[in-house]
T-cell receptor
Framework: GEDVEQSLFLSVREGDSSVINCTYT??????LYWYKQEPGAGLQLLTYIFSNMDMKQDQRLTVLLNKKDKHLSLRIADTQTGDSAIYFCAETGTGNTGKLIFGQGTTLQVKP | EAQVTQNPRYLITVTGKKLTVTCSQNMNHEYMSWYRQDPGLGLRQIYYSMNVEVTDKGDVPEGYKVSRKEKRNFPLILESPSPNQTSLYFC??????????????FGQGTRLTVV
């Protein structure tokens, strides 16, 4: 079945890099996504990667995809206190149905 | 401004009292869905709709109903709410783009408490 797994919590110091990891099971997923949820808010799309890519960089964000191991990671360089949030990994799953399958979310705590 | 609007943001109700959470999007998206977010479980899909008058069950549909009479609106109905439906609910919409890129836009969430 379709399943996405993330660790629940990560704590880093301001200025360090953060790496949030995700594993997924559906190898037919066309796209994989990272969403950010700030306290009291909905989810906002941070970035996404097409399944035939290995890496995508967008300013402070780097997404790495290891399709063989079904492993996705999000690296945030120079982490700031404003990056404190819950980060969700999501995959599209089988077929173009519009459905997203989410991981449990990783709470990122950035200490000054 | 492109947005998904949910109402209400907060709701406390009693067991068995029917309620509706509204959702509206202004992006002419075909696909809309409802999720519930519970600690440690992430977001789980309740129902989805691929277009007007086309709805289907997600992963956790029990106790919920939806309708899609117009493209922009996708209300979530709890006919007889129970305490295990206490949760944070999100509505989302997306365009069914060719190639499968499902960039979803989310509402701000509705925190529901059933006592």
């Amino acid at each position: 079945g379709e399943d996405v797994e993330q660790s629940l919590f990560l704590s880093v110091r301001e200025g360090d890099s953060s790496v949030i990891n995700c594993t997924y099971t559906d190898s037919s997923s066309t796209y994989l996504y990272w969403y950010k949820q700030e306290p009291g808010a909905g989810l906002q799309l941070l970035t996404y990667i097409f399944s035939n890519m290995d890496m995508k960089q967008d300013q402070r964000l780097t997404v790495l995809l290891n399709k063989k191991d079904k492993h996705l990671s999000l690296r945030i360089a120079d982490t700031q206190t404003g990056d404190s949030a819950i980060y969700f990994c999501a995959e599209t799953g089988t077929g173009n149905t519009g459905k997203l399958i989410f991981g449990q979310g990783t709470t990122l705590q950035v200490k000054p | 401004e492109a947005q998904v609007t949910q109402n209400p943001r907060y709701l406390i109700t009693v067991t068995g009292k029917k309620l509706t959470v509204t959702c509206s999007q202004n992006m002419n998206h075909e696909y809309m869905s409802w999720y519930r977010q519970d600690p440690g479980l992430g977001l789980r899909q309740i129902y989805y709709s691929m277009n007007v008058e086309v709805t289907d069950k997600g992963d956790v549909p029990e106790g919920y109903k939806v309708s899609r009479k117009e493209k922009r609106n996708f209300p979530l109905i709890l006919e007889s709410p129970s305490p295990n439906q206490t949760s944070l609910y999100f509505c989302a919409s997306s365009s069914l783009a060719a190639g499968g890129n499902t960039e979803a836009f989310f509402g701000q969430g509705t925190r529901l408490t059933v006592v």
